[in-house]
């Protein structure tokens, strides 16, 4: 398609968008009285209008039933993560029992690394991608002194070369066949939270499981934006969180993965009384006894208020399904895309890198943009003038049009507010 900067080829856009009703299924922050653009849905998603009545349902049967609302609720709050099996399944490419919802991101993490990263005395190693999200890089360093070895010698990291944004596959296989026999885990992530590249987890789990390893991933920016087959891939394991474009809300509940071949193999676990055999999890037995699936991992008592949100989303997006919204994905953010290049091309010393992967298998929802020629104060414009996105050292925006609820329209005054704050500030 060729595209057009102009306000009536935006709309235009938009009429013919398949997802276009469900812009009004979500909350936008206000800007002097008009929504804002939206760019950080990849941060924290917009809560979506039905969202406040499964959270008012649990306050509601917390006030009229208290304790018997384990039982007795609508949604009986004792197995309330069960409502979340098909759903998550369909959007993570899993089966209803390989999936589960607990805890949050990090914590998922740890505790799935428990069963997972199981290391011996020739194979320790763990292989990851440079610049993880700190959270995981954290979480790396203390689970490999917790076994007793040297970060240093221990995590591998994977490297860009030199003058390239982006991580080349063939450098992930040759690194996971380099460390070959010493290689106990991989632990990447599914989309890398800078560049917003998408890497082959297919390629990746193939490569890891022919070194002997276990595969993992940590889907904070894949869930809810890319097609993922996580049983298909033989993915062993997997967590995300659900506030980013899940659009759970704040510090909500994570989703995780355990490919049905460890669902009853003997794996050490940090156990607790949730994720015992669920026929007699009151009969307060001594010996735990796990549920062969993704519910064994479970730990605690269910945060069912936290868990409510995520229920309103995940249905919706079962309802959507990602085969539209990826297909209004690559469109909206090849748009975006156009609407830079149209206006750096206009402004003498200004360029707009793009350093995600240019080509759409390696890209999804993000733009992530190097704003050569310009500095913090235009990011400062675009947020003063309701353009929602964030920063990143040295000189990076990350812009985020999420399908579920950001129009081609956003996409046009963007780039008209975009031209503004380049111009004003030359002046
Ligand atoms: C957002 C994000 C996290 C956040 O972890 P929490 O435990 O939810 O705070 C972790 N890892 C990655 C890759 C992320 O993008």
Redesign the pocket.
Known sequence: MTFQNTLDFARQLDAQDELKEYRNEFIFPQHNGKNVVYFTGNSLGLQPKRTKKYVDDIMNDWANLAVEGHFYAEKPWWDYQERFAQPLSKIVGAKPTEVTVMN????NLHLLMVSFYKPEVKRYKIICEEK??P??QYMFQSQVKFHGYDPKDAIVEIKRREGEHNIRLEDIVAKINEVGDELALVLF?GVN?YTGQVFDMKAITEAGHKAGAIVGF?L??AAGNIELKLNEWNVDFAAW?SY?YMNSGPGNA?GCFVHEKHHYADLNRFAGWWGHNKERRFKMEPDFDPVHGADGWQVSNLPVLSLAPYLASAEMFAEVGMEKLIKKRDQITSYLEFILHEIDSQIPGTEFEIITPENQEERACQLSVFLHGQGRSLFDYLMSNGVITDWREPNVIRLAPVPFYTSYEDMYNFGQILKEGILNASR
């Open positions: 949050t991101l990090t914590v993880a999200f959270s995981d992530g939270y940590d904070a920016h969180c980013k994570s």
